[in-house]
């Protein structure tokens, strides 16, 4: 399901957040698309990846999500840019734009 998440896309990863209201308990999902600059574990069950993007207020925000979370709802790939390495970590101080093709919606 999630073999096909590579450094490089850029995802839509939509999580599930739970909120507390006055009237009890709220479910809601959330989508936070940026670039995904690593990936750890392979297939393992504790399989994670970072995803980057930067804010309204040109401040980079960087999370890590667990494949099989029950918490991440899916990941949905928007596009892949070319990318010659495995971790991107350069791209926090990388200011140009990365070459990028479209991915098929499967």
């Known amino acids: 399901m999630h073999d096909s998440i590579k450094p490089g896309m850029t995802v839509k990863v939509h999580e599930k957040i739970k909120e507390q209201t006055e009237k009890g308990e709220k479910e809601r999902v959330q989508i936070f698309e940026g670039i995904v600059i690593a ?6 069950p504790q399989a994670t990846i970072t995803v980057r993007k930067i804010g309204a207020d040109g401040v980079g925000v960087e999370k ?8 991440v709802v899916k990941i949905e790939p928007v596009r892949q840019a070319k ?18 093709t479209p991915v098929a919606s499967t």
Do not use: M, Q, T
């Open 83 to 100: 990318v010659s390495r495995a971790k991107l970590y350069f791209l926090r101080d990388y200011k140009k734009r990365l070459k990028e």
């Open 64 to 71: 890590i999500y667990p494949l099989r979370a029950p918490a």
């Open 39 to 44: 990936r750890h574990g392979r297939n393992e």
